[in-house]
């Protein structure tokens, strides 16, 4: 009797995040709440809901959260193994 195979019906493809994609995930929420507070801060004209918040929040959406979703877990110990020329089957 034949096996069926089956495609994959997945619509979105899957997410390849490790402990420290999500760590500074987390890290990017922490500072766009700090942000968002220090905007929030009366009165209107205060320095630091003029220029601080919009710098902290700049940071936030445009260096943290792309370095989260980008870095490939795990880019550090393949880099290790291709430059000692080791892999796991070697061990």
Known sequence: MKRKTYKDTRFL???DMGWRNILLF???LIILVVGFYLSSI???DNPLSRTVAPLVLL???LIIFPIAIF???GSERRE???KTG?????K
């Open 13 to 15: 493809p899957r997410i």
């Open 26 to 28: 987390l890290i990017g």
């Open 42 to 44: 009366a009165p209107w």
């Open 59 to 61: 940071f936030g959406y």
């Open 71 to 73: 870095l490939r877990p």
């Open 80 to 82: 290790q193994q291709q």
């Open 86 to 90: 080791s892999t796991a089957k070697d």
